[in-house]
């Protein structure tokens, strides 16, 4: 990093994912995704938790050629800072409330304690959903609390607080391009 650093990019203390890991992943998700329903007849829906996870669920659904519908979800967790609160709060809900005969593919950006994707997934399958997965590009599975396995999973990364490709601390850094570790100094004080 130089003088020339935008401001965003110099608040990383360095790179976790690049974008072409990024794209690497997305390639073989999307692999395993299309052979898990490959041969269904039911109506797959992708299931985006907002914000996070647009731009991963666009690289994904672009490299996807089955049919599936698109729904958005903002479930949060987090607020402000970098510990989870515990309770999850859905602030955008699916507008159906009854899933028969519907696959679900839930996209999210990271799993770290499992409590967001954990009570979700419950409450989906409480919907009657044909079934429900998970999808997450990251997971820090040293930071569980409780027992909870996505499906499918782009990276298992360390305890660091990570921001880009979508991930924010307070709102900001989603725009970078690439996964990296937020400086310490950043978000203590
Ligand atoms: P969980 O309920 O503890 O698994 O929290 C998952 C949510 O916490 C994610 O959807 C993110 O919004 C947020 N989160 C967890 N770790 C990070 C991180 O390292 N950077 C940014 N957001 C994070
Ligand atoms: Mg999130």
Redesign the pocket.
């Given at each position: 990093m130089n003088n020339q650093t935008p401001a965003l990019y110099a608040d990383c203390a360095y790179t976790l994912v690049t974008q072409e890991e990024i794209s690497a992943i997305c390639d073989r998700l999307a692999a395993e995704i299309q052979a898990t329903y490959e041969n269904s007849t039911r109506r797959l829906v992708m299931v985006v938790?907002l914000k996070?996870s647009m731009p991963f669920a666009a690289e994904l659904m672009k490299r996807l050629t089955l049919p599936l519908e698109l729904e958005f979800m903002k479930v949060s967790?987090?607020g402000a800072g970098?510990k989870?609160s515990g309770e999850?709060k859905i602030s955008l809900d699916l507008k159906r409330d009854d899933l028969q005969d519907i696959d679900l593919l839930v996209v999210?950006?990271?799993?770290?304690?499992?409590?967001?994707?954990s009570r979700l997934t419950t409450l989906l399958k409480n919907r009657n959903a044909n079934s429900v997965r998970t999808c997450t590009l990251l997971d820090?599975p040293s930071?569980r609390e409780v027992d909870f396995v996505p499906d499918f999973c782009g990276a298992t990364i360390p305890d660091?607080?990570?921001?880009g490709f979508g991930?924010?601390?307070d709102e900001k850094y989603r725009n970078l391009p690439f996964v990296g570790v937020l400086r310490r100094e950043v978000y203590e004080n």
């Open positions: 938790i996070g967790s987090y970098t989870t999850i999210e950006d990271i799993v770290d304690s499992g409590r967001t994707l820090k930071r660091e607080f990570v921001v991930l924010d601390y």
